[in-house]
């Protein structure tokens, strides 16, 4: 299998595949910050349940939503440092805008101008497949990795998805 796929417009696909890794992380974020609002909400109902014709105590629905709150400031400056740290990085390692990406048989090379990545496929465990991407992640570092599909022709993206399908855990 050689794939080559010339991105000449690396800063939107790193901002595509960005935005995928932000949404999957701050979905969590807004989970939790969820689970305690409402947690909050149904300690007091529970309690006042308890004690009907006595003063409830706000204390567990006021730290509850405490939590709650806090969760959702966290997932504000967790959203404002992921962008700004990729926004330094995209501009410190992709300068001029393009890059050449060669999918072999042993593993996946990057080139741009000022640098040359190579990882082994022994090292890349599971993907998943988005609409113009596909992720593949690495055994060591929880990080995705991201190949444009649209840059890639039918043929070339059928047969990287059968490789990975063979060898590579799928993640729905």
């Known amino acids: 299998m050689d794939i080559i796929i010339e991105d000449f417009n690396v800063k939107k696909s790193l901002l595509e595949s960005n935005q995928i890794i932000w949404k999957t992380f701050s979905k969590r974020l807004k989970i939790v910050s969820l689970v ?21 105590d706000l204390s567990v629905l006021i730290f509850c939503w405490v939590v709650a709150l806090s969760a959702f400031i966290r997932l504000l400056r967790a959203k404002r440092s992921f962008w700004i740290k990729f ?4 501009n410190l390692a992709f300068p001029s805008n393009t890059r050449k990406l060669i999918i ?11 640098y040359r990545s190579f990882a082994k496929w022994n090292i890349l465990t599971s993907f998943k497949v988005y609409d ?20 890639m022709t039918d043929e070339e993206f059928k047969s990287l998805l059968f490789y990975l399908r063979s060898t590579k855990k799928e993640i729905k």
């Open 104 to 114: 072999t048989d042993e593993g996946i090379e990057g080139i741009t101008d000022n």
């Open 36 to 56: 305690f609002f409402v947690l909050g909400i149904v300690m007091y109902g529970y309690l006042h349940y308890i004690v009907r014709n006595e003063e409830t």
């Open 132 to 151: 113009q991407y596909i992720s593949i992640t690495n055994v060591m570092m929880h990080t995705s990795f991201f190949i444009p599909i649209h840059l």
């Open 87 to 90: 926004e330094n990085t995209t």
